[in-house]
């Protein structure tokens, strides 16, 4: 029987079917990972990224951390790997040298002021580096970003900072002049607050093509993060670095199978099938 979706009760079960639905596949999702984690693990790098880290629940796009999950996940990171800069990494990938499974790099997206209040008092009792890509436009005037302050506290702490341009608008969404001038400025405000030459990027949105990586080159980075997922390795392209996202929704086994790389089949494919829905990736105009 079809629901009839004026009816409240039929609208409560095409919910709950949608649910049910839902929470089938992301059963049979976590099943596939954890019997591709019973391999060896694999060859490369891992870095990893979060946004919010806030302790009222996962929120939008399940982007959301707590504070009590993030602690429990990096207490088990620092056990199990060696948690390194991502300019470790960048660094050993310019020079051709061997990028260890055994490394991984966390990095955060968009320097949210909550990144000072919760993670950072996690990352400073654990002794780890993580490096925050923030949105300059927003340092010192949005309640919700970073301050001054805490950018200057934290990069004394083991917190390295990169850029993610100026208004963390897609950048193939705009002219190309536009989109030149978010790398360019981001990068020079960037450098004015902390004193010295910023290395990395990273596109808002996973958002780029060509264009957009010839600017992140004549900028002057190293190195730009994607939100592809996968590892770092010899032959990784420095300015399409691959991390995996970390989610409000994960468990601690799904963490521990996404550092592994176990879920970046799903990540992958569930990104092909957000760009071909919305055409993220195409369009830049002169």
């Not at 978010?182 to 004193?195: A, D, M, P, T």
Request: charged fraction near 20%; glycine fraction near 8%.
């Amino acid at each position: 029987m079809v629901p009839n979706y004026y009816d409240y009760a039929s609208c409560q079960e095409a919910v709950a079917l949608r649910q049910a639905i839902m929470n089938t596949a992301r059963t049979a999702v976590r099943a596939a990972a954890s019997m591709r984690a019973l391999g060896p693990r694999g060859k490369g790098s891992r870095i990893i990224t979060y946004h919010s880290v806030r302790p009222d629940g996962p929120g939008r796009r399940s982007s959301y951390v707590s504070p009590a999950d993030m602690q429990a996940q990096l207490t088990w990171l620092a056990r199990e790997y060696e948690v390194v800069p991502l300019s470790t990494i960048t660094r050993a990938l310019e020079q051709g040298r061997l990028l260890p499974a055994s490394w991984v790099s966390i990095t955060f997206d968009d320097g949210y002021m909550d990144n000072y209040q919760y993670a950072y008092p996690i990352l400073r009792a654990l002794n780890l580096p993580a490096t925050i890509f923030v949105i300059t436009g927003k340092i010192g005037r949005d309640p919700a970003f970073l301050t001054l302050d805490q950018i200057a506290e934290m990069h004394g702490g083991n917190i390295a900072f990169g850029a993610h341009t100026v208004d963390h608008i897609p950048l193939t969404s705009m002219p190309a002049a536009a989109a030149k001038e978010q790398v360019i400025r981001s990068k020079q405000q960037l450098e004015q607050i902390l004193g010295e030459p910023v290395q990395h990027f990273c596109y808002p949105h996973g958002h780029f093509n060509a264009t957009i990586e010839s600017f992140v080159r004549e900028a002057g980075f190293r190195s730009c993060c994607t939100e592809n997922s996968g590892a770092v390795s010899n032959a990784s392209d420095p300015l399409r670095l691959l991390r995996v996202g970390i989610l409000g929704t994960d468990t601690q086994a799904d963490f521990r199978l996404k550092v592994r790389g176990a879920y970046d089949w799903w990540i992958n494919l569930f990104m092909m099938a957000q760009q071909g829905r919305r055409g993220i990736r195409g369009g830049m105009r002169a």
